[in-house]
């Protein structure tokens, strides 16, 4: 199998033993695997089909440490676009060099940079703002409002769609 930068050829057995699947496992029935297992080798099965753009939603509260490193690695090495949303410091610094951030205000703004790179900006920005006795708009917490977002409430919905709705314009 090509990988999405046609440069390497990788043989499926190859592939499974650096998602950590070695030996007999390799022919074990899926039923047979553990919960962990089971998401490393689906996975696997997700990226062997080689995509050349992926999504990942929080990957860091489904993975294990383990099958957390093996996906660190892999997207190190992704050739294609990557799209990834996490609150994970950590794994945003190793995956991802380009941001988008949704700003308290419900703007979005780009930074090209590591997580820890932008949060060092902002907290300069914070300072200078400060220094100037001025707040900037998007370092202004959200407006506080007496609707809370709780299981069944529609009272927070006017405040959470108008942000969405700028946010599809700018698209």
Not at 21 to 36: A, D, M, N, R
Not at 69 to 83: A, K, P, R, W
Not at 136 to 146: G, I, K, Y
Request: include cysteine; hydrophobic fraction near 35%.
């Amino acid at each position: 199998m090509p990988l999405n930068d046609g440069t390497k050829e990788v043989s499926a057995t190859k592939f499974l033993e650096e998602f950590g699947f070695e030996g007999k496992i390799q022919h074990s029935p899926v039923s047979t695997l553990s919960g962990g297992e089971r998401k490393r080798l689906y996975l696997a099965r997700l990226l062997l089909e080689n995509p050349n753009f992926l999504v990942l939603d929080e990957p860091t509260n489904d993975f294990d440490i383990f099958t957390m490193n093996i996906l660190e690695q892999f997207l190190m090495n992704y050739e294609g676009c990557l799209l990834l949303v996490s609150h994970d410091r950590y794994f945003m610094d190793k995956c991802a060099d380009t941001l988008f951030i949704m700003e308290n205000s419900g703007d979005t703004s780009g930074f090209v940079g590591k997580c820890s790179e932008y949060i060092d900006y902002r907290e300069e920005m914070e300072k200078e703002a400060k220094a100037k006795g001025e707040v900037s708009p998007s370092l202004q917490p959200a407006s506080q409002s007496s609707a809370t977002l709780s299981a069944g409430s529609n009272a927070a919905l006017p405040i959470i769609e108008e942000p969405l709705k700028k946010l599809y314009c700018n698209f």
